[in-house]
């Protein structure tokens, strides 16, 4: 069994929206924020293109037939960005709008933020463009079994390990790990994010969420907040969004609002996202919860509140609706989900982001103590990996505020600047640029 909710409300909150004429695309939006930090760490246009762009970009066919008794024929992505820190590593999606242009972004994303949070990985992502939550468990077994025989060659505990992202969790992981140990033997360091009886870490299914709210802590003293006092938005409950939710409201904070992709709902009492979560994952509806007023994705966005936990879609706050939001502070659990114009908007506006590469990076960190873990054949305790956990993202985020405060720039900006320079580093001194 997986430890993860792998109700098809979970499993739909996700990707990256398309973006609309006049947009930019994921990669766009990535490459801005790379050029915006490269352009003031000074880097030459030659290393630029190294470290900007992807090392390998693998593309492969995914035909299953399906209950239908047709033959679905899906495409199946893994962009390894950059291994000059380590094994690549990033997370496999499972969407139809994935393309290789948001895996590239994203594959770049995973190359910064392993960095910026200075554990031993490159960055590399994986996705499927197939409708997770409209197919069976045992078509999701095919089309895994069948993607992790055609990348298996890129993979490996030392060269690329996966992790679950978007519409895909434990049970997935599982299926990946068997996979590649039928073709290479029992390897259980080849995926992270794994069930717990399968050697997975304890405390990594709750990693990302938490870690957005250890930076919702260290955030909290500068704007004046303490959890009390906080009205927190959560936009997107899936395995982030619910995570960070639960353990803020813990900490006495008050959850004003939630949406996932059905619906959105609030409450100025507060809504129980511990009673909520109870309610999805036997089966019910988010806009059936009792006690909550059902209203918009877009009012969600303007409600009154003092932090904003974008943790769905990206590309979800853009130069439409930007200006709406009344959050003092915005703590990025989703990958990408401001562009570039959002983020000018917010920023004028004086609105404090913590940006994905920081903020999400929980996750990550403890799919690190997983490897860790899987190497040793060894367990540690919940509490020693939360306690590891909030060791370094306590790090991450001193020095990502101390560099925004030296550079006078923003915390996304400064991050970058941070997760670049050290892969330029790690590239210079291997002897690549
Ligand atoms: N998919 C997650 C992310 O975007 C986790 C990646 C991992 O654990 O490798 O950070």
């Known amino acids: 069994m997986s430890q993860v909710d792998q109700s098809p409300r979970a499993a739909n909150l996700a990707g990256h929206a398309p973006p609309g004429p006049g947009e930019l695309s994921p990669y766009e939006i990535a490459q801005h924020y790379f050029g915006v930090a490269a352009e003031r760490l000074g880097l030459p246009d030659d290393v630029r293109t190294v470290v900007g762009t992807a090392y390998r970009e693998v593309q492969v066919q995914i035909p299953i037939r399906r209950a239908d008794g047709l033959i679905h024929v899906y495409s199946g992505y893994r962009v390894q960005h950059n291994g000059a820190r380590g094994p690549y590593k990033g997370g496999i999606r499972y969407h139809p709008e994935v393309d290789l242009d948001e895996v ?32 069976t468990q045992g078509e999701l077994q ?58 997975g870490s304890l405390g990594r299914e709750a990693a990302t969420g938490r870690g957005v709210i250890m930076c919702f802590t260290e955030a909290a003293p500068a704007l004046g907040l303490t959890p009390q006092d906080t009205r927190v938005v959560v936009q997107g409950f899936g395995n982030v969004g619910s995570w960070a939710a639960r353990i803020v409201q813990d900490m006495g904070a008050t959850i004003v609002g939630v949406s996932d992709a059905y619906g959105a709902v609030q409450s100025e009492a507060g809504i129980d996202c511990h009673a909520l979560h109870d309610h999805i994952a036997q089966g019910g509806r988010l806009v059936d919860f009792l006690g909550v007023d059902v209203i918009t994705p877009d009012e969600l966005l303007s409600l009154d509140c003092e932090v904003l936990i974008p943790a769905a879609l990206g590309g979800l706050i853009h130069g439409g609706n930007a200006d709406r939001i009344r959050a003092k502070a915005i703590i990025e659990g989703a ?21 994905d590469v920081l903020a999400n990076a929980g996750g990550v960190v403890v799919s690190y103590f997983e490897w860790v873990q899987n190497l040793q054949h060894f367990r540690w305790t919940e509490e020693d990996v939360n306690q590891r956990l909030g060791t370094i993202m306590s790090r991450a985020y001193g020095e990502v505020a101390a560099r925004s405060v030296a550079d006078a720039v923003t915390m996304r900006t400064a991050a970058f600047e941070v997760g670049i320079e050290r892969v330029v580093e790690a590239a210079r001194t291997r002897g690549y640029i």
């Open 335 to 355: 990958n990408g989900p401001t562009t570039p114009a959002a983020d000018a908007i917010l920023h004028d506006k004086g609105v404090f982001i913590v940006p």
């Open 142 to 199: 095919l089309i895994t079994r069948s993607f992790i025989d055609k990348i298996s060659k890129v993979l490996g505990p030392t060269r690329d390990i996966p992790a679950p992202d978007v519409n895909t969790n434990a049970q997935t992981m599982a299926w990946m790990m068997d996979q590649y140990g039928k073709l290479n033997g029992y390897t259980p360091a080849i995926v992270t994010g794994k069930p717990i009886a399968l050697g």
């Open 104 to 135: 590239r972004a994203l594959a770049a994303l995973m190359s910064w933020k392993t960095a910026i949070v200075d554990i031993p990985f490159g960055g590399a992502k994986g996705g499927v463009n197939v409708p997770a939550g409209d197919c």
